[in-house]
């Protein structure tokens, strides 16, 4: 032992360089599988969520908790987990049912921008939502689910000026295929769970498989 401390004080001692530049290449990898596996705990836990849909940015996402307090406002992004309505089959939507946080239904909470608030107006017919004279991109609803086997959609239509407490979502990832208000119509403050914030996110375009 004496004798190898000598000698790597007199030379270089290269298999240990070439080990520790080696363990420096794979620290980005170990770095992203923490991130990933502590996303994974803290989601049971309500504090991040692990996003898959595309409704928005897919990634890993900071939850907020609301308190009574809590402001929403336009343009926020939140976890909410809405009154679906009834006599339609949701079983094409994803389960959570080990997540601590899940809604009542066992589904994970849904993760949706807000894009009107008390006082706006909202119009929906077949060819999209209008919100105080603005459309919506993109947000032309869907008769039935891209799932194979395709399942009927509920469909909201009409206008409604939103009273205090009620908000109207939008999946602004990709919105083609959001299921938001336009299925379900205004959300009320009371279903939201918190204000999520993304950590690292990506936005992905996604294109349902046809059958030839």
Known sequence: MIHLRKNALSFPYTPFTTQRRHWKRLLPFAVIGAIVAGSVTAWDHGDWRLNLSPSEPMGI???TPISPGTKLHVGEIVTLCPRLPEGFHYGWLMDKTHAANACADGRAPYIK???AGP???VHETDRGVIIDGHP????QPLPFTTSKPQVRLPQWRGTITLKPG???AYGAGDPRFSFDSRYWGPFLRAQVRGVADPVVVWKYRWTPKVDN
């Open 61 to 63: 996402w900071s939850v």
């Open 113 to 115: 921008i807000i894009v």
């Open 119 to 121: 006082g706006d107006m």
């Open 136 to 139: 919506l991109p993109d947000s």
């Open 166 to 168: 009620q908000y109207w």
